[in-house]
T-cell receptor, first 115, second 114 residues
């Protein structure tokens, strides 16, 4: 079975500080892609960052970066210089092309940013 | 602008009634997906389709049906067999190639049983 675990249902961070959201996954496939999505109160899902499993270099997008540990099947998201607009539900997901290209999502982490 | 449109935004269903949620995309994406979102459970896959006139069941297909007669459209019918349909429903689309292509999501439909 394909599973994604986000062990932190809720997190909080002071504005301008750094926070790390954790994610672990379980798959026996070697070809897959990892994603973090953000869902603000509007409930529109927004892609934050993606990582190819075959790449060792960690992906970065402005203030967002990942720590990808393939052997440990860990894919954490680091948000630097947190802003009020970062407050949202964050979902970790992965996609396995061989199994129909659908995404498997974690249960989400609700991030609160404290002014 | 290209995008994916879900309608309606809010939908109310009476007991025993079938309702259909619309999902349309103009991104020329091959694949389309329906997810259900409940508090504390993340997103669960209902159905998906990678090609016109073909679709596959996801993890929670019971009580739902879909069709894919056009590449742009993937409507979801919530039938009376779905005993707990109150939820937030998200439609997504994606290219199959390149392989790491992400999802584009619609803005969702909130279905409530009254």
């Amino acid at each position: 079975a394909q599973t994604v675990t986000q062990s932190q249902p809720e997190m909080s961070v002071q504005e301008a500080e750094t926070v790390t959201l954790s994610c672990t996954y379980d798959t026996s496939e070697s070809d897959y892609y990892l994603f973090w999505y953000k869902q603000p109160p509007s409930r529109q899902m927004i892609l934050v960052i993606r990582q190819e499993a075959y790449k060792q270099q960690n992906a970065t997008e402005n203030r967002f970066s990942v720590n990808f540990q393939k052997a440990a099947k860990s894919f954490s998201l680091k948000i630097s210089d947190s802003q009020l607009g970062d407050a949202a539900m964050y979902f970790c997901a992965y996609r396995i092309p061989i199994t129909g290209n659908q995404f498997y999502f974690g249960t989400g982490t609700s991030l609160t940013v404290i002014p | 602008d290209g995008g994916i449109t879900q309608s309606p935004k809010y939908l109310f269903r009476k007991e025993g009634q079938n309702v259909t949620l619309s999902c349309e995309q103009n991104l020329n994406h091959d694949a389309m997906y329906w997810y259900r979102q409940d508090p504390g459970q993340g997103l669960r896959l209902i159905y998906y389709s990678q090609i016109v006139n073909d679709f596959q069941k996801g993890d929670i297909a019971e009580g739902y049906s879909v069709s894919r007669e056009k590449k742009e459209s993937f409507p979801l019918t919530v039938t009376s067999a779905q005993k707990n349909p109150t939820a937030f429903y998200l439609c997504a689309s994606s290219m199959i190639r390149p392989r790491g292509y992400g999802y584009t999501f619609g803005s969702g439909t909130r279905l409530t049983v009254v």
